[in-house]
């Protein structure tokens, strides 16, 4: 069975510093792994996805994961945080239910920015 | 693209009433969508996947009879809480997906708030 690990409910950074997210994920078979942002009180954005294509992952708004087979991790990064990527953040897995596709969602990591 | 409407953002309910939730794809076919709950600082808990045209499938713990799932089109589907009560206050996030493949993207609606007195 597939399960997501997010290390840390929260994250804080100052403005302009690195942004590090970290997600483990446990899977009997190839992953494929997906990192969602959610601003308050909005729904889901996909920030960017691996489908096994590239290992390095860019996504939207200067995000960028890299998909690490020996650790298991889908770990987001950004060089520097900007005030507005103050969010909650989720690392989601797919899981084959039923002939149904499902994501198994970590606990969410919220980012807070510091000024 | 691939934008997910959700109607309404927000509803204000006496406790007894039914209400429904529209989620609708707007520029592309969902051969599949999905129904999230969110408490309050806590990740998405999946409800139910629908299917276009076959009835939806719920998760574990979810009651069937109180949250009708109806997917009629490849672009609609609708979640009705019924006899809602105060504990079913909550945010409903529905998702859509156009493919059945396991790297395809769910796009998500903006979420419904439900506050129920």
């Known amino acids: 069975a597939q399960s997501v690990t997010q290390l840390g409910s929260h994250v804080s950074v100052s403005e302009g510093a690195l942004v590090l997210l970290r997600c483990n994920y446990s899977?009997?078979?190839?992953?494929?792994l997906f990192w969602y942002v959610q601003y308050p009180n909005q729904g889901l954005q996909l920030l960017l996805k691996?489908?096994?294509?590239a290992t390095l992952v860019k996504g939207i708004n200067g995000f960028e994961a890299e998909f690490k087979k020996s650790e298991t991790s889908f770990h987001l990064t950004k060089p520097s945080a900007h005030m507005s990527d103050a969010a909650e953040y989720f690392c989601?897995?797919?899981?084959?239910?039923?002939?149904?596709?499902?994501?198994?969602w970590g606990a969410g990591t919220k980012l807070i920015i510091k000024p | 693209g691939a934008v997910v409407s959700q109607h309404p953002s927000r509803v204000i309910c006496k406790s007894g009433t039914s209400v429904k939730i529209e989620c609708r794809s707007l520029?592309?076919?969902?051969?599949?969508m999905f129904w999230y709950r969110q408490f309050p600082k806590q990740s998405l808990m999946l409800m139910a996947t629908?299917?276009?045209?076959?009835?939806?499938?719920?998760e574990q713990g979810v009651e069937k009879d109180k949250f009708l799932i109806n997917h009629a089109s490849l672009t609609l589907s609708t979640l009705t809480v019924t006899s809602a009560h105060p504990e079913d206050s909550s945010f409903y996030i529905c998702?859509?997906?156009?493919?059945?493949?396991?790297?395809?993207?769910?796009?998500f609606g903006p979420g419904t708030r439900l506050t129920v007195l």
């Open positions: 989601a897995v797919t899981s084959l239910t039923d002939s149904n596709y499902q994501l198994i």
């Open positions: 629908s299917n276009e045209g076959s009835k939806a499938t719920y």
């Open positions: 691996y489908t096994s294509a």
């Open positions: 520029d592309f076919q969902a051969t599949t």
């Open positions: 998702s859509a997906v156009s493919g059945t493949g396991s790297t395809d993207t769910q796009y």
């Open positions: 899977s009997s078979v190839p992953p494929y």
